[in-house]
């Protein structure tokens, strides 16, 4: 997937957030602080990785699968819905 410039920015930028909260809770490991305080972190790391994932999912569908829909091709047609099949599975 070739993203446009404006969605590699936004991305990066998702992805820093996502990459200082796991650094605050490295941190709060060092710390030693409170088990419910990590657990709280810790599921706010979850979320974020989620939203994310979501993000890029709506965009493949956007883009990727609806162009091997629209192909004409069989075996594109395959691939998407193969594709949708995994994605799936992997979010159960």
């Known amino acids: 997937m070739d993203y446009s410039k404006a969605d590699k920015k936004k991305y990066s930028i998702r992805l820093k957030k ?3 909260q796991v650094r605050g809770l490295q941190k709060m490991v060092t710390d030693g602080r409170y088990c419910i305080d990590l657990i709280t972190q810790t599921s706010a790391v ?3 990785l989620r939203s994310f994932e979501d993000t ?3 965009q493949h569908l956007h883009t990727c699968v609806k162009d091997q829909m629209q ?3 069989k075996s594109e047609e395959n691939r998407a819905i193969n594709e949708v099949l995994k994605v799936y599975k992997l979010k159960r």
Do not use: T
């Open 18 to 20: 996502i990459e200082g």
């Open 46 to 48: 979850r979320n974020a």
């Open 71 to 73: 192909s004409g091709r």
């Open 56 to 58: 890029i999912l709506e």
